[in-house]
Structure formats: structure tokens, C-alpha cells
């Protein structure tokens, strides 16, 4: 499972489908866990996050959906001269299983594209 990059355009609703795989191509067992976590930081030092991320576990087909209303990416703070330029956030995501064990399954980059017209 290699880290990525994601990237959410601000005042956009934002999902994404995640397919969790090993490098080898096989699938990963999410069926052990029962929830995701996911929260996005300007820094992995910050004590609040800039926004939690709404997860939901689809074990069948080894996925995560994840998702941010527009009004959610509407907050991310995001700047830049153009709407070329990004604001970079980290993020991870957390499993849990039914007895509370707890794994980091990846870490995440995540940039922000500025909106420019406001609906």
C-alpha cells in the first residue's frame, strides 16, 4: 500500500473510491475492520484538523469511500495566485477493528485547489 496524492478542488462536493492493494496487486482484507478514519492537517503536528473526513468501509470490494461536501472543501483554507496553484495539506487513514486495535494503513498528501467563484 504506497501513500498517494489526492487532491480536492475547494467549493467542489469531493469522493473518491479508494481500491486498497498490496503491491503485489492482491487485494487487502478490509472484512477484520470496522471503521476508517481520516482526518486532513496543515501539519501532522497540529492538534485540530482543517477538516474530519466522512469514511465508510466497503470490505467486499477492499474499499474506502471518502467524501467532503462542497461546504466542507468550501472551509479548507486554499491560496494562490492562479488556479494552478495548490495548497498542500497530510492526512492518513486509521483502521479499526470491533476490539478497538488500531493500524495506520497509508499516509496521504493532499492538495487543495482554490475556488474562485463562490456559488
Known sequence: MA???LTIKQG???DKLLTI?????????LSIY???YMQIKATPQDTN????????LLPST????INLTHEQTSAIPAWGKTSDDVTNYVSDIFLA????????????NIEVEPEVTKI
Open 3 to 5: 501513500d498517494a496524492t
Open 12 to 14: 467542489e462536493d469531493w
Open 21 to 29: 492493494q498490496y503491491s503485489n496487486g492482491s487485494l487487502y482484507d
Open 34 to 36: 470496522s471503521a476508517a
Open 49 to 56: 484538523p482543517v477538516v474530519t473526513v466522512t469514511t465508510a
Open 62 to 65: 477492499s474499499q474506502i469511500k
Open 97 to 108: 477493528t470491533t476490539t478497538n486495535t488500531i493500524k495506520k494503513l497509508c499516509s496521504l
